[in-house]
């Protein structure tokens, strides 16, 4: 007695087909995966260049805060900023916005105070700029030898760059001083 095998048995394919789609599937997950990786690495590397754009404006900051500190007596404020010290919003324009964010690169290097010392990573040192916001005489008569004593209160603006000059912050602050 002789047994036959039928091997006429018609295949479908399912499994290779199956394959094929979790193969696809498998390589939109790693391409998705690879774009969310490079875009968090920019991400971060933006981030990173942000803060040091901010440390070098704190810097400026801290400067410009420093130099009204060890004055001695009080510097006379003028349009020009030739002492230091500007009158309050003698650089503005008549637009409506406000001189620090109309000013370009040209304008603080040509008016304003660079930072004296290096700084790593950072494409441009920082500038600052002070302006006289208010004097408040400590006596209210006129005439009195004391009418040159009081608290200065000055605005401090800062500005400064991350690793590209394309990277910018701005701080102001404000300080008092009695002379």
């Given at each position: 007695m002789?047994?036959s095998?039928n ?9 290779l087909?199956?394959?094929?789609i979790?193969l696809l599937?498998?390589?939109l997950?790693?391409v998705?995966?690879?774009q969310v990786?490079?875009?968090?690495e920019?991400?971060a590397?933006?981030?990173k ?5 901010f ?7 801290r400067a ?5 500190a060890?004055?001695?007596i009080?510097?006379?404020p ?5 002492t230091?010290?500007w009158t ?6 008549a637009?409506t916005?406000?001189?620090?964010e109309?000013r370009n690169?040209?304008?603080?290097s ?7 010392a ?5 494409k ?7 302006e006289q916001q208010y ?10 030898s004391?009418d040159?004593?009081g608290?200065?209160?000055?605005r401090?603006?800062a500005?400064g ?5 394309s990277t910018r912050a701005?701080?102001?602050s ?5 002379f």
């Amino acid at each position: 007695m002789k047994y036959s095998i039928n091997s006429n048995y018609q295949q479908s394919g399912a499994v290779l087909v199956i394959s094929l789609i979790m193969l696809l599937l498998l390589t939109l997950i790693g391409v998705t995966g690879t774009q969310v990786s490079s875009m968090e690495e920019k991400m971060a590397g933006n981030f990173k260049d942000q803060n040091m754009a901010f440390q070098a404006a704190e810097s400026g900051l801290r400067a410009g805060e420093t130099w009204v500190a060890v004055q001695g007596i009080r510097p006379v404020p003028n349009n020009t900023g030739s002492t230091q010290v500007w009158t309050l919003d003698s650089a503005a324009t008549a637009t409506t916005n406000n001189w620090w964010e109309e000013r370009n690169a040209t304008w603080w290097s040509s008016n304003a105070v660079q930072f004296a010392a290096t700084l790593s990573d950072v494409k441009t040192k920082p500038y600052y700029l002070i302006e006289q916001q208010y004097f408040d005489k400590d006596s209210l008569t006129i005439g009195m030898s004391n009418d040159n004593s009081g608290r200065v209160l000055y605005r401090v603006t800062a500005k400064g760059t991350g690793g590209s000059d394309s990277t910018r912050a701005l701080l102001q602050s404000t300080y008092s001083k009695r002379f």
